[in-house]
């Protein structure tokens, strides 16, 4: 079983920062990508950050220059760096990985984390 289990949400006054944590476990070969997502109350889930298993990265236009995804592929862990933080950044946050080759070499394409709450007061 290949789990995802976010940490680091909480509430913060604009401008300020939070980290994001994520650990995947489970007998796992490799992860493609890892990406953050965010969802607010009447919004479709929309891709936040991702990072792929070579490291290149793609943020959304509304995060650039303010959030910063990283990865540890030994220890299959994500994290979220989010700085200058907004009103329009609170939501719900969830941890996601694309394309989980476990140790047996099944292919999970994709594998969610439970969410973790960001509010940004004004």
């Known amino acids: 079983q290949v789990q995802l289990v976010e940490s680091g949400g909480g509430l913060v006054q604009a401008g300020g920062s939070l980290i994001l944590s994520c650990a995947a476990s489970?007998?796992?070969?490799?992860?493609?990508?890892l990406g953050w997502y965010r969802q607010a109350p009447g919004n479709e889930r929309e891709l936040v950050a991702s990072?792929?298993?070579?490291?290149?990265?793609n943020y959304a236009d509304s995060v650039k220059g303010r959030f910063t995804i990283s990865r540890d592929n030994a220890k299959n862990t994500v994290s979220l760096e989010m700085h200058s933080l907004k009103p329009e950044d609170t939501a719900v946050y969830y941890c996601?990985?694309?394309?989980?080759?476990?140790?047996?070499?099944?292919?999970?394409?994709?594998?969610w984390g439970q969410g973790t709450q960001v509010t940004v007061s004004s």
């Open positions: 990072v792929t298993v070579g490291g290149s990265t």
């Open positions: 489970g007998n796992i070969r490799s992860i493609n990508v």
């Open positions: 996601h990985a694309d394309r989980v080759v476990t140790s047996s070499l099944r292919l999970m394409r994709d594998v």
